[in-house]
C-alpha cells in the first residue's frame, strides 16, 4: 500500500531540489511544507476551494484565513467560480476575487486566482482577466488540471497571450497545465510569462535535467 505521507514528501523533495518557487499543496499538507521548505529557498503556495470554485464566497474567505492565518504561506491559489464567469455574473466574480484577496493581502500573502480556461470562450478569459486584476489578485492563471468535460489544452499560447494583453501588467500570468516539452516551456518564456507550474512527472523534462541528478 502507497504511504501517501511519504509520496507529499517525495514530491516536496523534488521541488525542492528543482529550485522551483514553490511547492503547490493541499491545505492539509501544509505542516509537512512548513517542515521541508524551511532553510530553502522553495517557497508554500496552498490552494483554496479547488478544484471546482464554485463554493460560497463566504466559504472562500473562511478557508483563506484559515490558510494564512498560520503562516509560512508565501501564496494562494483561489479557483474562481466558472459557472458565474460564463453567466456573465461578472460583478459577482469580481466580489468573490476581492474578498479573498482582501484577506490575504491582510497576511501578506499573494493570490494566484486560477481560471479553468478550457470551459471559456477567449472573450470570456480576456474578461475574467480584467476582473480579477480589478478585483486585486496578483497572477492569473490557467488551468486546475482537473477538468474533465472536454479537450484539456490548458496554457496554450493562444490563452497566455489573451491573458496577457487584458492583464496589461496590472497582476502577472502564470500558465499551468499541459506544458510537458520542453518547446512549449520555451514559447512561453519567449512571450515574457512570468511564472509557469508543472507536474512532478513534466519539471524534469521542460528543465532538460536528469530526475536523479
Given at each position: 500500500m502507497v504511504n501517501k505521507g511519504e509520496e507529499i514528501r517525495k514530491y516536496i523533495q523534488e521541488g525542492i531540489d528543482f529550485g522551483c518557487k514553490t511547492v503547490c499543496i493541499n491545505p492539509s499538507s501544509l505542516d509537512i511544507a512548513r517542515e521541508m521548505t524551511r532553510g530553502t529557498e522553495t517557497k508554500i503556495c496552498v490552494?483554496?476551494?479547488?478544484?471546482?470554485?464554485?463554493?460560497?464566497?463566504?466559504?472562500?474567505?473562511?478557508?483563506?484565513?484559515?490558510?494564512?492565518?498560520?503562516?509560512?504561506?508565501?501564496?494562494?491559489?483561489?479557483?474562481?467560480?466558472?459557472?458565474?464567469?460564463?453567466?456573465?455574473?461578472?460583478?459577482?466574480?469580481?466580489?468573490?476575487?476581492?474578498?479573498?484577496?482582501?484577506?490575504?493581502?491582510?497576511?501578506?500573502?499573494?493570490?494566484?486566482?486560477?481560471?479553468?480556461?478550457?470551459?471559456?470562450?477567449?472573450?470570456?478569459?480576456?474578461?475574467?482577466?480584467?476582473v480579477a486584476c480589478n478585483a486585486g489578485s496578483d497572477f492569473v492563471k490557467t488551468s486546475t488540471g482537473f477538468y474533465t468535460g472536454g479537450e484539456s489544452k490548458g496554457a496554450t499560447v493562444e490563452v497566455i497571450k489573451v491573458m496577457m494583453e487584458a492583464a496589461k501588467g496590472r497582476c502577472k500570468i502564470k500558465g499551468s497545465g499541459c506544458i510537458r516539452t520542453r518547446e512549449h516551456f520555451l514559447e512561453l518564456i519567449d512571450l515574457g510569462i512570468d511564472r509557469m507550474g508543472m507536474g512532478y512527472r513534466s519539471t524534469p523534462v521542460v528543465l532538460n535535467i536528469e530526475k536523479n541528478k
Open positions: 490552494v483554496c476551494d479547488f478544484p471546482f470554485g464554485t463554493s460560497t464566497t463566504k466559504s472562500k474567505v473562511m478557508q483563506a484565513e484559515e490558510i494564512c492565518k498560520s503562516g509560512d504561506v508565501y501564496e494562494l491559489d483561489v479557483v474562481a467560480n466558472y459557472g458565474w464567469i460564463r453567466s456573465g455574473k461578472w460583478d459577482k466574480v469580481e466580489e468573490d476575487i476581492r474578498a479573498v484577496c482582501d484577506v490575504c493581502h491582510k497576511y501578506g500573502v499573494a493570490v494566484k486566482v486560477i481560471l479553468e480556461t478550457d470551459v471559456l470562450s477567449l472573450e470570456e478569459v480576456a474578461k475574467a482577466t480584467d
